[in-house]
């Protein structure tokens, strides 16, 4: 199949090109870093704290089940922090984008 069988039924053939340079251009943050800081740092963070917490546990507790639960628990709570933290940053720097967009539209 071809270039001109798969755009011959489109009404917009003609602006393909020109709507792709476009999106190309647009201006905006950077998705992946986002992404990777909203939802594979919080896994290693959780990964991380649990055995941070069950090393820290392992001579203490010598229950495995109450050292597991303890251990999650913690690892949770470091985590929940974190992700409360990223939110509040991403809450201000959002409020921060949106100031700066009033004021770029008011001064045209």
């Not at 792709?20 to 991380?48: K, T």
């Not at 628990?73 to 939110?87: F, Q, T, W």
Request: charged residues 20%.
């Amino acid at each position: 199949m071809s270039k001109n069988d798969n755009c011959s039924g489109c009404p917009q053939h003609h602006d393909c090109k020109s709507m792709y340079q476009a999106i190309g251009n647009a201006e905006g943050s950077f998705v992946a870093i986002r992404s990777i800081a909203a939802f594979l740092v919080p896994i290693l963070i959780f990964a991380l704290g649990l055995a941070v917490f069950d090393k820290m546990l392992g001579s203490r507790i010598t229950g495995n089940n109450a050292r597991t639960m303890i251990s999650v628990i913690g690892a949770l709570l470091v985590c929940s922090i974190y992700v409360i933290a990223l939110r509040l940053i991403s809450t201000r720097s959002s409020d921060e984008c949106l100031i700066e967009n009033e004021g770029d539209e008011k001064s045209k």
